[in-house]
């Protein structure tokens, strides 16, 4: 008999994969909106600055989804295709535990849970960044929310 945490984790394997079926323009849309709004505070005080006029592709192979980052004018702008000057890639439950705070970044990508490719410096400036993000940057619920799912996830 499956208990709550492990049904939760099941129904995400199965709906999340469903995400690469929406259109492009709908996830772009999304992503470039939830990252540039919660990550204001730090795209203002220029920590994404390493990403300015280079690519990175974030690669969830588990949920068939690719995505390119770049830092642009306005925020953070998303692609569907780029050259991209780094890759990381790891399957949902890994950037989960990684954005939780329940995994320590250095721990996943010497597991190779997470790994990083092409230019390894601007992959270990992102990882670092991120590593040093405060989780006050992000929305209370969304924070809690988070720090919930990845707890779950962690047990």
């Known amino acids: 008999m499956l208990n709550h945490k492990q049904w939760l984790l099941k129904g995400a394997d199965r709906v999340l994969p469903l995400i690469r079926l929406m259109p492009f323009a709908v996830q772009r849309l999304a992503l470039q909106q939830g990252l540039n709004r919660c990550l204001a505070e730090p795209l203002r005080d220029g920590g994404f600055d390493l990403l300015r006029g280079r690519w990175l592709c974030l ?3 588990d949920l068939g989804l690719c995505w390119y980052l770049t830092l ?8 569907p295709k780029a050259q991209a000057q780094v890759t990381i890639s790891g ?4 950037f989960l535990l990684l954005a939780s705070r329940q995994e ?3 721990t996943l990508f010497f597991r190779r849970r ?8 601007l992959g270990l400036g992102l990882k670092n ?4 993000l405060d989780p006050d940057v992000l929305p209370p619920w969304l924070w809690r929310n988070l720090e ?3 707890r779950g996830l962690a047990t």
């Open 129 to 132: 960044l991120i590593d040093s």
């Open 104 to 106: 320590d970044p250095d």
């Open 59 to 61: 690669r969830i192979p």
């Open 91 to 94: 399957n949902w439950r890994e």
């Open 148 to 150: 919930r799912a990845g």
């Open 114 to 121: 997470l790994v990083i490719e092409g230019d390894t410096e």
């Open 72 to 79: 642009a004018r306005n925020g953070l702008r998303i692609a």
